[in-house]
Nanobody, 115 residues
Framework: QVQLVESGGGLVQAGGSLRLSCAASGTIIMMAWYRQAPGKQRELVASSTSGGGTIYADSVKGRFTIARDNAKNTVYLQMNSLKPEDTAVYYC????????????WGQGTRVTVSS
C-alpha cells in the first residue's frame, strides 16, 4: 500500500503562482494531476508517462508544468499565471509501488484563485 500526501494548495490572487506537491511512500511509475471544480466533473490537468511524454489540458498549456523528483518519490505541479477558473480541488494520481504497481489517489488540495 502506497501512501500519498499532497500539499501546496491555498488562496492566491489571479496572476499568481502555486506549486503543488504529492509525496509517495513508494516508487512512482506514472503520474497525473486532476482537478474538480464545484459542480463539475473531475478533469485531467496534466499527466506524465513512464516514457517521459507529457499531456496538458488545453486550458493550462503554457501555464502549468508537471514534474517529478525520483529521489524523493514526489511529483509536482507548478502553476503560473493562475486564473479564477483554475479554482478547484486538485488531486494527484499515480501508478506506484516497489513490487506490485497499483493506481493511487491523493487526498486532494484546494486551490482558490481570487480575481
Amino acid at each position: 500500500q502506497v501512501q500519498l500526501v499532497e500539499s501546496g494548495g491555498g488562496l492566491v490572487q489571479a496572476g499568481g503562482s502555486l506549486r503543488l506537491s504529492c509525496a509517495a511512500s513508494g516508487t512512482i511509475i506514472m503520474m497525473a494531476w486532476y482537478r474538480q471544480a464545484p459542480g463539475k466533473q473531475r478533469e485531467l490537468v496534466a499527466s506524465s508517462t513512464s516514457g517521459g511524454g507529457t499531456i496538458y489540458a488545453d486550458s493550462v498549456k503554457g501555464r502549468f508544468t508537471i514534474a517529478r523528483d525520483n529521489a524523493k518519490n514526489t511529483v509536482y505541479l507548478q502553476m503560473n499565471s493562475l486564473k479564477p477558473e483554475d479554482t478547484a480541488v486538485y488531486y494527484c494520481n499515480v501508478d506506484a509501488g516497489d513490487d506490485d504497481v497499483y493506481p493511487y489517489w491523493g487526498q486532494g488540495t484546494r486551490v482558490t484563485v481570487s480575481s
